[in-house]
């Protein structure tokens, strides 16, 4: 009785999305979060919206004059319907304030196209009459997952509603000289080696899997709003409630797995409660949607930043970041691309980035498992856009003690000790920083050899 109907669509709520895009180019900020490119049904008004994300990327205006080109240059103006179609698009929404609402149409009635045409995989599955029954169900669950994973995504949240299960306590923090002062680390030699953050410089922060990658990035981010910098934290990979036990437990001094089960003591919860009150009142907001394309990220921060005022960015991590649609590149390009885009973040929004990044096994093979410029992971371009790379390294990782004590018999075991290894500086020298890992509480510490950056 399906075969009959048209897939679910509403081409009234299309145009009006293609036509507020004509009127005010600024409203792709607010909907690009919320709508793809195949979200479209009419294809005339897919082609609009995939011009007016061309434009978008390169920086250039959106309006009719500059998509009418657009799609000139790409041989489909006139499939489109001429400027006439263009004009009519205008013409058929009087004003760009509910793009939002007419996107997350756009994208309902897509989610319900792709919901049927999952449907339809899973009835194929199930006719194949397959004598494994768990791997038939497992390729339903991941179709459904898939579709799913299409639908809007999260958009950043502040860290006092991650934690309002736990408490809500408000703190004093110093205000941050925004849009001008490089952003404090709050460890001192990197402070010193870097001059701080500067804004606008995009930052590399490397190593291999369990190093603490993302929890020295958290560090950063909590003690840059701990001086009163304002923090967006994008996360591929953890979610934010997982971010947040982990920043709770480094500020609480709570050994993290404990937090994690609930197994904490009177003493212990009272530091949680108060290391809440601590972290409530920071400006750090957290994004953990999956998959999200740099496109998305922008906007995102863009809106946030408008209301905020960003300081610093961390995205986690580098290549679970979805390269554009459709662009048939392999995925050195999209990487490179990818940077690019991440570098532009930084310029646009004047704030630097610290993009995580995994390494490749290539450290494994040698013997001193340091790490170098080659062993960044699909790296094309990471290291030529990066102003700033940075390894992780920890010999504890790598040698036991009785390995240790045969090479360096009279050093001691460096347990816990992480080298900080800036291997690319634009802005100075390169130099190894040497940090205390304090993996019980989630935490990098400073063993600062330098009087810290006024």
């Known amino acids: ?13 299309e145009e009006a999305v293609i036509g507020s895009l004509l009127i005010d180019g600024e409203v792709i900020n607010r909907i690009a979060p919320l709508v793809n490119v195949d979200d479209f049904y009419r294809e005339r008004n897919r082609w609009c919206y995939e011009a007016c994300q061309s434009l978008y990327h390169r920086g250039e205006p959106i309006d009719q004059i500059s998509v009418a080109r657009e799609l000139s240059l790409r041989e489909r103006l006139e499939e489109v319907g001429g400027p006439g179609y263009l004009s009519h698009v205008i013409a058929a929404v009087p004003t760009s304030v509910h793009a939002e609402h007419f996107a997350r149409i756009v994208n309902r009635t897509a989610t319900m196209r792709r919901l049927i045409q999952a449907a339809g995989d899973i009835a194929a599955i199930g006719y194949e009459d397959s004598p494994d029954t768990n791997q038939a169900l ?30 809500e306590e408000a703190s004093d923090t110093a205000p941050l000289d925004h849009g001008v002062a490089p952003i404090p680390t709050g460890f001192i030699d990197l402070d010193n080696a870097l001059g701080r953050l500067q804004r606008g410089d995009l930052f590399i922060l490397a190593a291999r899997p369990a190093l603490g990658k993302s929890t020295l990035a958290m560090n950063i981010a909590r003690n840059a709003a701990g001086q009163g910098a304002v923090a967006a934290v994008v996360s591929l990979e953890m979610s934010r409630e997982q971010l947040a036990l982990r920043l709770l437990s480094a500020e609480a001094e709570v050994d993290s797995h404990l937090l994690r089960i609930g197994l904490l003591g009177d003493t212990a919860q009272a530091r949680v409660i108060h290391g809440i009150g601590e972290l409530s009142d920071l400006a750090i907001s957290m994004d953990d949607s999956p998959a999200q394309t740099v496109l998305e990220m922008r906007s995102k921060l863009r ?32 990487l490179s691309d990818i940077t690019r885009q991440l570098k532009a973040i930084a310029r646009d929004l004047n704030v630097p980035v610290i993009a995580i990044s995994q390494l490749s096994r290539a450290i494994e093979q040698r013997p001193d498992h340091h790490p170098q410029l080659s062993d960044l992971r699909e790296s094309g371009s990471i290291e030529q856009d990066a102003d700033v790379v940075a390894f992780i390294h920890r010999d504890d990782k790598y040698m036991s003690p009785e390995q240790w004590e045969s090479r360096h018999p009279t050093d001691p075991y460096p347990e816990n000790l992480a080298q900080l290894v800036i ?29 810290a950056v006024l």
Request: glycine content about 4%.
């Open 1 to 13: 009785m399906y075969a009959e109907k048209l897939p679910p669509h509403d081409a009234d709520a």
């Open 138 to 167: 497992e390729r339903a669950e991941d179709i459904l997952f898939r579709v799913r994973n299409t639908h809007v995504t999260r958009d950043f949240v502040m860290i006092r509603e991650v934690l309002d299960q736990y408490l």
């Open 303 to 334: 809106r946030l930043h408008t209301g905020r005022s960003i300081d610093i960015v961390i995205v986690d991590y580098l290549q679970l970041i979805s390269g554009r649609e459709n662009r048939g590149e392999n995925r050195v390009q999209e």
């Open 423 to 451: 291997a690319k500086n634009r802005h100075g020298p390169t130099r190894t920083i040497h940090l205390f890992f304090d993996g019980k509480f989630s935490r990098f510490l400073n063993l600062a050899t330098e009087t």
